[in-house]
């Protein structure tokens, strides 16, 4: 896949389905870190969650400014495809702790996206944007345009991405060993809380409340 042809320029147009996606994945990063920073209950990896989207939009407004957009809206594909799954099971957990009916059908779903999500979060993220992004944005964009500009601002940011991704699939491989060796009997969120949550008063049973990713019922 030839990420960056020979005749790209810095001012080369953008084509128009491109320049609206990235607009809306910059509204959606733009508005992602107000929510983390004013409406997100704050977890452990908060910090690390802001990283993430403060990194992202600089990707995104930088890479369509210099016309990087062949390799930006190929970072967007692997790394959506799986947040689709992650809302999924979000949603189908939220169902499940909610009660009803169909409480059993919604843990079962649950069950399943979370398996397709651990799945799909190493197939894109771990295997095929390092091997798809990474190869061409830090070997092949260099035999295609030698004086390439900001080559190690773009792929400093590109390295932070992937150590992001590290760092939120080791919560994934303990959600995992801790379903299969039966330490957690339905799905929880594993990201703990500040101390100033963890030491305030604990709502009853019947005010379990829910929170924005999956319900958290136990901890590490």
């Keep these: 896949m030839v990420l960056l042809s020979p005749d790209w320029t810095p001012g080369m147009a953008v084509p128009r389905d491109i320049a609206a996606g990235y607009l809306l994945?910059?509204?959606f990063y733009g508005h992602s870190i107000y929510a983390t920073l004013y409406m997100d209950?704050?977890?452990k990896d908060s910090v690390v969650m802001l990283t993430h989207h403060v990194v992202t939009l600089a990707l995104i407004v930088c890479s369509y400014a210099f016309r990087y957009h062949n390799v930006g809206i190929l970072v967007l594909f692997l790394h959506d495809l799986n947040d689709v799954q992650l809302e999924f099971t979000k949603?189908?957990?939220y169902f499940r702790a909610a009660g009803g009916a169909h409480r059993r059908?919604?843990?079962?779903?649950?069950d399943l996206g979370c398996l397709c999500f651990c799945?799909?979060?190493?197939?894109?993220r771990l295997y095929w944007f390092p091997l798809k992004v990474l190869y061409a944005t830090l070997h092949t964009s260099l035999i295609s345009v030698p004086d390439i500009p900001f080559y190690f601002f773009f792929n400093t940011l590109l390295l932070l991405l992937t150590a992001m991704n590290l760092y939120w699939f080791l919560y994934i491989v303990v959600l995992a060993v801790k379903v299969l060796t039966g330490q957690m009997r339905e799905l929880s969120d594993l990201r703990e809380y500040d101390w100033a949550e963890a030491h305030s008063p604990k709502p009853s049973k019947a005010e379990k409340p829910l929170r924005n990713g999956l319900v958290k019922e136990k901890r590490l």
């Design 41 to 43: 209950t704050w977890r």
């Design 105 to 110: 059908l919604h843990g079962l779903l649950a």
């Design 25 to 27: 994945q910059g509204s």
């Design 119 to 124: 799945v799909s979060w190493f197939w894109f």
């Design 91 to 93: 949603l189908n957990t």
